[in-house]
């Protein structure tokens, strides 16, 4: 597979990154809220709650995958923050980058919110917009340390990410789409 090939795999899978420590997000606290979001805590707190859970799980699975990149370790343990279908191609990915020498360098920058939640029937579900930009973030060959970045490619895009909350009361991504042909 080429180079070319192994960049759409990580154009749609690059957008779903974040930023990488090993501690998972935690969704705010009604103190540390704007005004306009604890308000509506107060009127829908399963709605409010929802939603800082499915942005905590975007957020983390974000972190995860940027780390396992960076490192090169396509046997990363993702699936507390991700579910089939969009686990399946972070394993590829990842595995394919291992496969051609290639590892992620550096962190992007994600700017993620909820943009649709639907806590009116089991299972509940959210969307998450995130303005990705992998300016920072560069896909490298692990022997040079050289960019094998596609020249003119997006590196700042809206991806969107859809989260469900599994019976286990953990809320996993999903589905994922890097939109590169919309800047942010």
């Avoid at 939640?117 to 992998?134: K, L």
């Avoid at 989260?163 to 991504?173: N, S």
Wanted: hydrophobic letters at 40%; one cysteine or more.
């Amino acid at each position: 597979m080429s180079y070319r090939a192994v960049g759409l795999t990580i154009s749609l899978t690059v957008g779903l990154t974040g930023c990488g420590n090993d501690k998972p997000a935690v969704a705010p606290s009604p103190a540390s809220t704007p005004f306009s979001a604890a308000t509506s805590m107060a009127v829908n707190g399963e709605d409010a709650e929802a939603r800082a859970a499915a942005l905590a799980a975007y957020q983390n699975y974000v972190r995860m995958y940027v780390t396992a990149s960076n490192k090169g370790d396509y046997n990363a343990k993702l699936d507390k923050f991700v579910a089939d279908p969009a686990l399946l191609t972070v394993r590829q990915d990842l595995l394919i980058k291992f496969q051609q020498g290639l590892v992620t360098k550096g962190q992007p920058v994600s700017a993620p919110a909820v943009s649709k939640i639907d806590t009116s029937q089991r299972p509940f579900t959210a969307e998450v917009e995130d303005c990705f930009d992998t300016g920072r973030w560069d896909v490298v060959s692990k022997k040079t340390g050289k960019s094998v970045r596609t020249t003119g490619q997006a590196t700042r895009y809206v991806v969107i990410a859809k989260a469900e909350l599994f019976d286990d009361g953990q809320w996993r991504i999903r589905e994922v789409s890097a939109q590169r042909e919309r800047p942010c």
